[in-house]
Structures are given as C-alpha cells and as structure tokens.
C-alpha cells in the first residue's frame, strides 16, 4: 500500500517538474522576442524621438526673460 501512494506521489511530482519546465520555456521564449523587438525598436529609432518618450517634461517650457 504505501510503495502504491509512494509510486503515484512521485508520478505527480514528476508532471508537475515538467509542467514547470514548460511554463518557464514559454516565458524565456516571451522574453528572447521581447528583448528581440526593443533591440529592433531602439537601433530603428530616433535618438531624439528616444529620449523625448523617457523624459518627456523636458524640453516643452521655455523661459524667457525680458
């Protein structure tokens, strides 16, 4: 009776290993294409058009002084 319970514990423990494994593939494949794209985005950009979206409040004000 328990090498039965011992043999079903380690067949679970076993598909869950492997559902794991799984799930991280997916998300190191989600990873690997968004890395893919900023990389394609950032060297088809604009340098100008990059920093104006990471700090947008500068450059919109001027002061002047008469």
Known sequence: MYIALISILLSLRKAQR??????????MGNVKQQGEAVQE???SANVKTLQQAAQPHLGGNIDLKL
Do not use: D, N, P
């Open 18 to 27: 492997q559902a794991s494994l799984s799930v991280m593939k997916i998300a």
């Open 41 to 43: 985005l950032i060297s």
